[in-house]
């Protein structure tokens, strides 16, 4: 836990795993208690090479119930192994990040991770990775700062154009209010118990803090600023999800987005897929390292 933009954040971070065995062999979770799950341990930034070397990976998770564990159990590892130092933290109001009654913005999110890397020291470009609102902040972060962004992964994701703010909205306007039953509507998944997780989860967002106006309320992705992100882009949705169709938008607004798309999956791929979503991305970003003037991934 660490104080990043005046509130108490959690982070975890995964050390480079060490290429020679002799040297170290593989290394430990910071910050990872018994059995690799999330918990208490060493401190962040624990590494078993030198982190400063090697590429930086941020991973951001997506809003209501997500938290970093989501990329905890999909992609952190892998990239770690790979050779990434990888740095995965909750946003403001999840996980056990500090929930503050207001400032939930995309502006504000945006501020929380410039912040957030100017704490850890991370002055080179990093690797972007970001699940439904993580990915849209990683839009924000890579607008505002096109030259400390190396590559970006949006699961799910587009930048904050004002269509997608107003989805946004219906969506959390919709989570505030209860079905016949007294419980909250499913949303994005589409019913089911992580539907009904999910939705509940948002509304005790909304209910608690100012997340349902100040959203919706958004200052909209300047084109401009769009048009200046030149770093490789890496779009992946579910076939079956209800954001595929930000996906020819994204295309619009970055033309060098490459798209993946999850068959008979919907908007949780990250989890529901993750052994796909780990055969694109590895690949992926191993052939745009080399760009980065970074030392090359392993396989």
Known sequence: ?????????????LPPVAADPAAGGVAAAADAGPG??????PAVGTAAESSASR??????????????????LSLAHPLA?????????????????ERPPAGYRLDDLVDDLAALLDRLGVDAPVHLLGNSLGGSIAFGYAARHPDRVASLVAVESA???????????????????????????????????????????????VATTTAGRDLPASTPADPAA???ITCPVLGIFGSDSSAADLAPALVR????????????????????A?????????????????????????G
């Open 159 to 205: 930048p904050a154009t004002a269509k997608w703010l107003a989805r946004v909205g219906r969506q959390l306007e919709r989570a505030a209010q209860p079905d016949g039953d007294g419980e909250p509507p499913a949303l994005t998944t589409r019913g089911g118990e992580r539907g009904a997780r999910y939705a509940a989860a948002v509304r005790r967002l």
């Open 226 to 228: 769009l048009r200046a």
């Open 36 to 41: 690799g799950e999330p918990g208490a341990g």
């Open 253 to 272: 607004l970055l033309p060098q987005t490459e798209l993946v798309v999850v068959p008979g999956h919907r908007h949780a791929v990250l989890v529901t």
């Open 274 to 298: 993750r052994d796909q979503v780990r055969r694109q991305v590895s690949p992926w970003l191993a052939r745009h390292i080399a760009d980065t003037g970074q030392p090359a991934l392993r």
């Open 55 to 72: 590429p930086v990976a941020v991973l951001i998770h997506g809003i209501g119930p997500d938290s970093l564990a989501s990329w905890y």
């Open 1 to 13: 836990m660490i104080q990043v933009n005046g509130l108490v954040t959690h982070v975890q971070e």
């Open 81 to 97: 192994d790979a050779g990434f130092r990888v740095i995965m933290y909750d946003l403001r109001g999840h996980g056990r990040t």
